[in-house]
């Protein structure tokens, strides 16, 4: 459904500072048919940059890519006619209604009012939006407009959608609506679903696979347990008497994997590759030695485990806001 290969996107920076932003710096992606890639990445990584280019919207600087079988540089209709983009802040008029923008979607992709109006209804149904069509879209609620954002991305039967962050903006009920909505719109239509997000929660719950973005290079990729097994392990923490410290974190480095030791006081913590056959091992080998633990703790690790051991910050740290960039201009 995808395939790009060495996508780059600079923009030059106006003023007199000069220069130039180096957004994307060189992406390869592969998404196949019925997959729901999650595209995650701290802010200012590089998702919109790369989802704008798949979508047509913007030029790459260099780079290649076929999206839903179109060449993006030489048939961006093509492109366009077999995709669906559901942007960040969506796409409706305030005053317009909920059917009437629907129809609209469908009848700018060429569909005839009738078509427009059935599938309008379908789409509806599907995203629990049925009765709302007399409706002002300014009158929805958040996750009711991300919802009818996402209809008419699909309206025109797209075998392939990119939402960029479905659910910002959204609290936690409306979010874990819309995740079991994009969910059934993959189980039940069979879409092939790209979503970019920096939500660790959410590119955790939806995803099969997860392409992680930092500093527009691609920096990891896969299921989300298998990215955090392969990645990072689980995280230790034992108690001892801190005078049995540094015997105890001997033991420990003794256990296959082990790695990113500190030891604290009594408080000794690090990684082993599986906490489950590591802790009985290392509770002989206490034993053995007769030093007694007071707590031992073993924690799964997070998306945000991964993101630190790959890049040595936190994405948590790296959503923060930034700092206000440069003013600049979109063209290459
Ligand atoms: N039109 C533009 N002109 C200049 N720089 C841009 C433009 N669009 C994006 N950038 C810069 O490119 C970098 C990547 O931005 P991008 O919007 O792709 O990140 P993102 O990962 O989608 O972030 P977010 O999660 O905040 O949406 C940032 O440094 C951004 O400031």
Known sequence: MITARGLERRFRRKGRAGGEVHAVRGVDLDVEEGELVGFLGPNGAGKTTTLRMLTTLLKPTAGT???GGHDLLTDAAGVR???GYVAQGGGTAPESRVGEELELQGRLYRMSKADAIARGKVLADQLDLAGLEQRATKTLSGGQRRKLDIAMGLI???GLVFLDEPSTGLDPQSRANLWEHIRRLRAEQGVTIFLTTHYLDEADALADRLIVIDDGRIVA???????????SGDGVAI??????????ADLARQLPGAHEFS???GSIRFRVPR???AMPELLRALDAKDIATAAMQVTRPTLDD????????SLREAEQPAAAEPEVSDAA
């Open 156 to 158: 025109h039967s797209p």
């Open 239 to 248: 108690e001892v008497d801190p005078r049995s410290a540094a015997a105890a």
């Open 263 to 265: 030891v604290r006081e």
């Open 275 to 277: 906490g489950d056959t």
């Open 81 to 83: 006619r077999n995709i």
């Open 306 to 313: 991964v993101f630190l051991t790959l890049t040595g910050r």
């Open 65 to 67: 890519a076929t999206v």
């Open 221 to 231: 990729e896969g299921h989300p347990d298998a990215l955090k097994e392969q990645v």
